[in-house]
Each structure stands twice: as C-alpha cells, then as structure tokens.
C-alpha cells in the first residue's frame, strides 16, 4: 500500500486527502487546527506529530 504524508488540511488540502483516502492509500495528516486533524482520522487517516521542534 502506498503512503502519503499530508500536511495541511485547508479549503484544498482536505479534499484531496480524502480523494487519496478514498482511492485506498495509507494517509498520514497534520494541521495547526487539531479539528481539522480529527476530521480525516475518522475517514481512516493517522494522525501526524512532529516529535521535535527546531524553534
């Protein structure tokens, strides 16, 4: 199965994510709006976190 990471899940991110969900990829998503995360988690995505910061 191929894996896709996703970052941002605006007006055109959300829609294509769930176009490569739909076609039957394996969808890892990130967003600054955690609701926006959520919402592609229940149509079968994982969550992202990044594990260190560089700030």
């Not at 896709?4 to 039957?24: C, E, R, S, T, Y």
Request: glycine share 10%.
């Amino acid at each position: 199965m191929m894996q896709v990471g996703f970052i941002g899940l605006g007006h055109m991110g959300k829609p294509m994510a769930l176009n490569l969900l739909q076609a039957g990829f394996a969808v890892k998503v990130f967003d600054v709006v955690e609701s926006a995360v959520q919402e592609l988690v229940s149509h079968g995505a994982k969550n992202f976190f990044f594990i260190n910061s560089h700030r």
